[in-house]
């Protein structure tokens, strides 16, 4: 089974500090995403990874940055967590093309509370 | 651009009823479909996806999607709900950029 893993399910940080979301996948899968799901807003794409070394910001990328050292883990990073950045977020991965009939897969969630 | 639009974002159905949610593409290249469901304080899990294979797509747990290119939709139906269908359930496509666009979700609440 392919199998996303989010190094934490919640997280309560503070105001202005630095946060750091991981993400590993086992599958050798090429591409990555981080998402950040609020209600009524559903997921909205922070950065995705094509590639190791490799990103493209999504549709909110602002307050965000990414790392993808190496093809299995990709993180993100929130430099000055605020208060509005307090959502869930979700990692992805998924192989190169569509298709190739396959899927994302996806992790269970971090739910980050900024205080 | 493309873009994924749900109409409804809660939807409630008697057990036993038919289900019915609605989702719509706009994309200027052949689309990847998926529909993903998620219970409450986990990730999604997929649903059923269409890569042009059929355009009438089987999932899990009794669930189909048929994908109409005449009307740019690609609806989640299941003939007879169960209370274990309650959840979230979200409508994405992916073109050829290789990234995966959500619509905003539905929830789907089911009265016994």
């Not at chain 1, 549709?59 to 307090?86: C, H, M, W």
């Not at chain 2, 289900?19 to 994309?27: A, E, F, I, P, T």
Request: aromatic share 12%; net charge neutral; proline share 3%.
């Amino acid at each position: 089974d392919v199998k996303v893993t989010q190094s934490s399910r919640y997280l309560v940080k503070r105001t202005g500090e630095k946060v750091f979301l991981e993400c590993v996948q086992d599958m050798d899968h090429e591409n990555m995403f981080w998402y950040r799901q609020d209600p009524g807003l559903g997921l909205r794409l922070i950065y995705f990874s094509y590639d190791v070394k490799m990103k493209e910001k999504g549709d909110i990328p602002e307050g965000y940055s990414v790392s993808r050292e190496k093809k299995e883990r990709f993180s993100l990073i929130l430099e000055s967590a605020s208060t509005n950045q307090t959502s869930m977020y979700l990692c992805a991965s998924s192989v190169t093309s569509w298709e190739r009939g396959t899927e994302a897969f996806f992790g269970q969630g971090t739910r980050l509370t900024v205080v | 651009a493309q873009s994924v639009t749900q109409l409804g974002s809660h939807v409630s159905v008697s057990e036993g009823a038919l289900v019915l949610l609605r989702c719509n593409y706009s994309s200027s290249v052949p689309p990847y479909l998926f529909w993903y469901v998620q219970y409450p304080n986990q990730g999604l899990q997929l649903l059923l996806k269409y890569t042009s294979a059929a355009t009438l797509v089987k999932g899990i747990n009794g669930f189909e999607a048929e994908f109409k290119k005449s009307e740019t939709s690609f609806h989640l139906t299941k003939p007879s709900a169960h209370m274990s269908d309650a959840a979230e359930y979200f409508c994405a496509g992916g073109g050829a950029t290789n990234k995966l666009i959500f619509g905003t979700g539905t929830l789907l609440a089911v009265q016994p």
